[in-house]
């Protein structure tokens, strides 16, 4: 039982259900972080500097709710058609950060000013020795990370508190390369994401290039306060 289970069954008033929703609330400020089985999810707040130019590995665009993953093979889901912008890439591609431990990638949201909450409901990764794949019922050789493995997550998110517009990232996601080991360098890598409460342009993910990445946030005793209180707030935002 987690402390977000028990205090939002505390106060409706129910019994916990055997998979309960959870949420990792990132809209608190420019340096929320928080883990999700595993992996960590971080506010990318670069203020306005950046080219502009987001160097996309795929595009995912649908009023209301959008999902996909990147492949060179077609749009599966709500992918973009640019080939550029929507393509395979294999775990040789991915970006380490300084210690080693971890793969970065990058998430650009755009969103209208007026709208700039979105959830984003659904991350996960898949590798698979064949390119170009657009199987719309998820027959990946292997699921290397699901952010609902162990209860339904969701990560809030609001486009002013990165305070980034279109090309210029809004959050990073650290995933443990150690899920990665039985991969070759050659293997194939699927990100696939789902979002709710979205609008306007794409979000897009994508690969730092150039640089390495620093370290995730080291998570401490104010995170997991930060993670108890957010599952009331979420509540509150449904709508
Ligand atoms: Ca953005
Ligand atoms: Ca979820
Ligand atoms: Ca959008």
Redesign the pocket.
Known sequence: MTPIKTAAAAILGIAPLAVA?SALDLTTGPTAFGQINGAQYEIFNTGNSGTGIFPAFVQIQQDVTEQGYNTSGGQPFNEGSSAQHNHDIQKSDLVLTSDGNWYEFTLDLNEMQNEPTIDL??VRIYTDSRPSLTVTDFSFQNLRYD??ALD???VLLDTTVTNAGSGKPDMKLFVPVSLFASDSASTYVYLYSAFTLCGDGAEEWGLRSGGVPPNPTVPGPATLALMAGSGLLALKRRR
């Open positions: 929703s409901t659904s952010m609902d339904d997550w969701t």
